[in-house]
């Protein structure tokens, strides 16, 4: 196989490479000029991970020609080839490239005119030595972003300058941050964080950085560079509002050569899909143009001629549809599917994943995060492993639990506490100690078939209680099914146990099916929790409920069976002597493998099951995004890349996403509009997502309040961060 001479060290060692397309070549791209882009080039760029797995990027610049965009196209074929067809393929087209590009440069990206490129060069190569003085008004840079940051060179003018947001007045030797008098403190930060990456990197530390207030120009500014400053234009809102209803909206198709030339088939015409659907026989697109994404499958066993031609098969599918140049592509081997992609899927599996009660089944992510064993003893000095299994200590402080009744709200007595009924709406305080200081929880339980009379009244008694005691509880939502692992082991040792209708209420009970089915399962922290599967007249609860990893109690008239499946633990088997306990009556206990005629007949014969052996130790990454009305409307953008405290926006709301619960972090700057309008947000990104994930518990946590549930997620969280302005600090490195 002929390789370019460049690919030599291709992949050899973790990280990242970048290739600029000149003079249809490639040429490397210094280190210290990664995320430096020439807006008339197209680029090619290599990630590795020490596992390893690869990631190429193909980006092509606003004015790059179809020579370059096609060089780079080759050349990426050909680097996916020399890397055996295994790496991840990327289209990226400026300003919109994909978030696994953009969580390579945590300082932003910064888009320059080439005409500028041999000056900008010579200053960063040769500096001070060799210029002793350097050209002035070198470039401007129009700075955009909250999480994701765009330095975009626009022309030297003060007519480029808007009120709203952040500029770099380049000279050379003198780097000014100019911010506009609408521009806030959070996009001051990541602006400073782009000029002192063009300080550290392009200039080698050789230039000095200048923080300069609208109005406070100095003379080298106003006399020398731009001129005297006219009036400076008010801010500008973004232009692209983005429909989240799209992020669910696909269709898949099938690739053929069979006749000579590349065909498609319809196999789906809209999402979720089935994994069994794709055949590794052959390739497939799946088409979410209209959110600005499309992705070519590459079958393990497809034919070379397929394979080879998957980026050319993506690009021709966006001409035939009329899709928009900038939409994203994406080239997936199996094995390699990305987040996007298998978020489509409503089944989907990575290899010998299956799903099981230590850690329920949720979307595969890019990458996979190891699980830390549980530990009670060691909660509250590893916050990692109490953000993991969601447990911010034993579940031994003090619970006080009331059930709303009559736009009321009514104390449960504490002998039933840890039974609920699917008919109710419940609030749990939660109260314990961390640190010798009291913290405090506030659970609100939804029943799937209580009232929306309920819900709302619920949803009052709970700012109530918050207000009562000074805003400083933790507010966890649960819908019914989701109970989160901390919730489970409050019961003082008995499993939580969910009724699938009724309510606790005197006289409201209604009456239960002939034949109840409850499973047991046991959490990843060893909290358990008993559900109910049906409440119905006749009974839905059939052998096909049934799960080799847990326990179930089956009663019928005519019997009680408690079936043991060969995965399930012995503190599973404990915890059905408390459904047998409030069930009544002397039960069988049966093994997997070994039941009796009787016991398929309660459960209306033998059918097939769930089989497969859980998967322990798989965790996945979790996502971070921010809630923002700054620009005129409520938006939500995702932090791309690994993301750190420093990220949570202390003027916004944050949505933390841990796959199977959902944290809203409220900063203390955030504004009432970002407050109200969030917990919305969260729901709606919950309900579009395309794997059909529903009803996760979202838990609302203040700035400074942040429990280790929370706090877990977060490498080195520092609790004295925001004693001081982050600002400042970033203002000293100046």
């Given at each position: 196989m002929v390789s370019h001479k460049e690919f030599g060290n291709a992949g050899k060692q973790p990280g990242l490479q970048v290739w600029r397309i000149e003079n249809l070549d490639l040429k490397p791209v210094p280190k210290n000029l990664h995320g430096c882009f020439y807006t008339g080039d197209a680029y090619l760029l290599l990630y590795t991970t020490s596992a390893p797995s690869y990631n190429i990027h193909m980006w092509l610049g606003a004015e790059c020609s179809q020579d370059e965009s096609g060089a780079a196209a080759i050349f990426a074929t050909q680097l996916d080839d020399f890397l055996g067809g295994g790496p991840v393929q990327f289209r990226e087209v400026q300003n919109y490239e994909s978030n696994t590009l953009l969580g390579y440069f945590k300082s932003g990206l910064k888009y320059q005119e080439l005409k500028l490129g041999l000056r900008l060069q010579a200053i960063c190569f040769q500096l001070p030595q060799k210029i002793p003085n350097p050209p002035l008004a070198l470039r401007l840079l129009h700075v955009k972003g909250r999480r994701v940051i765009r330095a975009t060179e626009v022309g030297m003018s003060w007519s480029s300058f808007n009120k709203g947001d952040c500029f770099i007045i380049d000279l050379g030797r003198d780097i000014y941050h100019w911010c506009g008098s609408e521009c806030n403190r959070y996009e001051r930060l990541k602006a400073s964080q782009v000029a002192i990456d063009i300080r550290d990197n392009e200039r080698n530390g050789r230039a000095k950085l200048h923080m300069v207030e609208e109005g406070g120009e100095p003379a080298a500014v106003t006399e020398v560079a731009l001129g005297p400053k006219p009036a400076i234009a008010p801010s500008c809102p973004d232009d692209d509002v983005v429909d989240r209803s799209n992020r669910k909206k696909g269709a898949l198709y099938m690739i053929s050569d069979a006749s000579g030339s590349m065909k498609l088939s319809s196999v789906a015409p809209c999402s979720p899909f089935k994994q069994a659907m794709l055949s590794p026989e052959e390739c497939y697109i799946l088409d979410n143009g209209v959110d600005g994404n499309i992705f070519?499958?590459?079958?393990?066993?497809?034919?070379?001629?397929?394979?080879?031609?998957?980026?050319?098969?993506?690009?021709?599918?966006?001409?035939?549809?009329?899709?928009?140049?900038?939409?994203?592509?994406?080239?997936?081997?199996?094995?390699?599917?990305?987040?996007?992609?298998?978020?489509?899927?409503?089944?989907?599996r990575d290899k010998d994943e299956t799903t099981g009660p230590r850690k329920p089944y949720t979307m595969s992510r890019i990458a996979k995060v190891e699980q830390v064993p549980f530990d009670a003893s060691t909660l509250h000095s590893n916050k990692a492993m109490a953000a993991q299994h969601g447990m911010v200590?034993?579940?031994?402080?003090?619970?006080?639990?009331w059930r709303v009744e009559n736009g009321?709200?009514?104390?449960?007595?504490?002998?039933?506490?840890?039974?609920?009924?699917?008919?109710?709406?419940?609030?749990?305080l939660y109260s314990y100690k961390l640190g010798g200081r009291e913290q405090h929880i506030i659970y609100t339980w939804w029943g799937l078939k209580c009232t929306q009379d309920e819900l709302g009244a619920s949803a009052f008694f709970t700012v109530e209680l918050d207000n009562s005691m000074g805003g400083s509880p933790v507010q966890v939502r649960v819908t019914q099914g989701?109970?989160?692992?901390?919730?489970?082991?409050?019961?003082?040792?008995?499993?939580?146990?969910?009724?699938?209708?009724?309510?606790s209420r005197k006289g409201g009970q209604s009456q239960a099916a002939s034949t109840r089915l409850?499973?047991?399962?046991?959490?990843?922290?060893?909290?358990?929790?008993?559900?109910?599967?049906?409440?119905?007249?006749?009974?839905?609860?059939?052998?096909?409920?049934?799960?080799?990893?847990?326990?179930f109690v089956v009663k019928s008239p005519k019997a009680m069976f408690v079936w043991r499946g060969m995965g399930a633990s012995d503190e599973e088997m404990e915890a059905s002597k408390h459904v047998v306990s409030f069930l009544g009556g002397s039960p069988s206990q049966v093994s997997e493998g070994k039941e009796p005629g009787d016991f398929w007949s309660a459960l209306g014969g033998k059918k097939e099951y769930q089989t497969s052996k859980s998967l322990q130790n798989v965790v996945n990454p979790p996502r971070l995004f921010g809630c923002s009305n700054k620009s005129g409307r409520l938006s939500v953008e995702e932090v791309p890349g690994d993301f750190t405290q420093s990220d949570l926006a202390t003027d916004d709301v944050m949505l933390l996403d841990t796959w199977d619960q959902i944290f809203l972090w409220f900063g203390k700057d955030a504004n009432r509009e970002e407050k109200t309008g969030a917990p919305k947000i969260a729901k709606e990104y919950v309900d579009s997502d395309p794997s059909g994930r529903r009803g996760l518990p979202i838990t609302i946590i203040k700035q400074g309040a942040e429990p280790p549930?929370?706090?877990?997620?977060f490498q080195a969280w520092d609790a004295k961060m925001w004693d001081t302005d982050p600002f400042d600090r970033i203002r000293a490195n100046f």
């Open positions: 070519v499958w590459k079958g393990p066993k497809a034919n070379m001629a397929e394979r080879k031609a998957a980026m050319s098969a993506g690009q021709q599918f966006i001409k035939d549809k009329g899709y928009s140049h900038k939409t994203q592509i994406q080239v997936l081997p199996a094995g390699a599917e990305t987040t996007l992609f298998k978020q489509f899927f409503s089944d989907w200590d034993d579940g031994k402080g003090k619970v006080q639990i009321d709200k009514l104390p449960v007595d504490p002998s039933s506490y840890g039974h609920f009924y699917g008919g109710d709406c419940y609030l749990i989701q109970e989160p692992p901390h919730l489970m082991s409050l019961f003082q040792g008995k499993p939580m146990i969910i009724h699938s209708g009724g309510t409850f499973h047991i399962r046991q959490s990843s922290s060893r909290a358990t929790r008993a559900v109910e599967v049906s409440y119905l007249r006749p009974s839905s609860a059939t052998a096909s409920n049934l799960n080799t990893n847990d326990v549930t929370f706090i877990g997620w």
